[in-house]
């Protein structure tokens, strides 16, 4: 295993470093971010502290802390900071929760569930990003439970159930595997829709009660299946 010491050496030689200057940006997007309504202190914070622009390809640094999407390998996108914070928000992780992610990408959000102290399990379906956010996030000091190579339709049954289960890309409709893997008093938040996707939180409140709330409108990349 690669001691913190290590890695953060090998992150300088790798020019991975994170200085004050991305530090006031943070601070700057953290307060656009205000603005636009996020209201959780503890998402600020994270935000604050995550060094997003180690998580972008190298030519798009410039753009990581602007409140914008952007593309990331395999034809995917790393989620805008505000869906991010807000997802987030809505998924009202406690230390030590145990959270599902679907759509590993990145791995900014993950990262961002980790700062929250959550216990994270995270699906990519993409090989190429797989490999590469899971050589990464320990590089940079984030500890997931579980990074998984598969289909996030299916959810990780072998870890359930689960506090919260987050998906990153836009699902067509709700998988029932993601609510059967829900703890009672668990939390999905999914994003639900086509071309646009609606911003949806269903909390299991009973072993068969779940109740649906709606949040906004939202583009994600879509949550890709076996016939797409
Ligand atoms: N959370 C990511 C967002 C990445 S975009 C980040 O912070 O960067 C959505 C991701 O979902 C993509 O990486 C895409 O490959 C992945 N994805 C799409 N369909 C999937 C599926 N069925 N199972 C798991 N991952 C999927």
Do not use: C, W
Not at 1 to 9: A, L, P
Not at 74 to 96: C, F, H, M, N, W
Not at 106 to 119: D, F, P
Not at 205 to 210: D, I, N, R, T, V
């Amino acid at each position: 295993m690669i001691s913190d010491d290590y890695s953060f050496i090998l992150s300088i030689f790798v020019g991975m470093k994170d200085d004050f200057k991305h530090k006031g940006l943070r601070k700057k997007l953290v307060d656009t971010l205000k603005m636009k309504g996020i209201r959780d202190e503890r998402v600020l914070e994270a935000i604050n502290t995550v060094p997003r622009h180690l998580f972008m390809d190298s030519g798009f640094v410039g753009h990581a802390y602007v409140d914008k999407a952007f593309p990331i390998a395999a034809d995917q996108t790393i989620s805008q900071p505000y869906t991010v914070a807000r997802q987030t928000e809505l998924l009202e992780v406690d230390k030590g929760d145990k959270i599902l992610e679907i759509g590993t990408g990145s791995g900014y959000q993950t990262a961002v569930l980790l700062e929250l102290g959550a216990v994270v399990y995270s699906i990519e379906r993409q090989n190429e990003l797989f490999k590469k956010t899971s050589l990464f996030l320990p590089k940079i000091g984030y500890r997931p439970k579980k990074l998984i190579f598969g289909d996030g339709y299916q959810g990780y049954a072998e870890e359930a159930p689960y506090d919260g289960i987050i998906v990153t890309a836009g699902a067509p409709f709700v998988p029932k595997p993601l609510l059967a893997q829900l703890a009672v008093g668990g939390r999905l938040v999914i994003p639900v829709g086509e071309a646009v996707q609606v911003m949806t939180v269903i909390t299991r409140e009973g072993p068969k009660k779940f109740v649906r709330k709606e949040y906004g409108e939202y583009r994600f990349v879509p949550l890709l299946g076996d016939k797409n």
